[in-house]
């Protein structure tokens, strides 16, 4: 059965970076485009980013872009995102997942905290 762990978050200050690592198991990885989401508070899960499976095609939404990378290691079953200048607004919960649906099961996501 396909799992994704995300990992790598935490609270930080506004301006401050943190790399997220998402591990995705039990299914093929390296053929799949992927992508990061997050769900802030009382909000709906919304798009972040995305990589095509070489890696060499990327795209943001325009509230990250600029700011954050997304990155993927195929040989690790891998997909990181590294965020830069946080700012309060980025506080939510991250997830990871095939970019298109359908889609996995959602992992338990990693808390990010950005303090102004």
């Known amino acids: 059965q396909a799992q994704l762990i995300e990992s790598g978050g935490g609270l930080v200050q506004a301006g401050g970076s943190l790399r997220l690592t998402c591990v995705a198991s039990?299914?093929?990885?390296?053929?799949?485009?992927w992508a990061w989401f997050r769900q802030a508070p009382g909000k709906e899960r919304e798009f972040v980013a995305t990589?095509?499976?070489?890696?060499?095609?990327?795209t943001y939404a325009d509230s990250v872009k600029g700011r954050f990378t997304i990155s993927r290691d195929n040989t690790s079953n891998r997909v990181y995102l590294q965020m830069n200048d946080l700012q309060p607004e980025g506080t939510a919960v991250y997830y990871c997942?095939?970019?298109?649906?359908?889609?996995?099961?959602w992992g338990r996501g990693t808390q990010v905290a950005v303090s102004a």
């Open positions: 997942n095939l970019a298109t649906k359908p889609q996995l099961p």
């Open positions: 039990g299914r093929a990885f390296s053929s799949d485009d």
């Open positions: 990589i095509n499976w070489t890696g060499q095609r990327t």
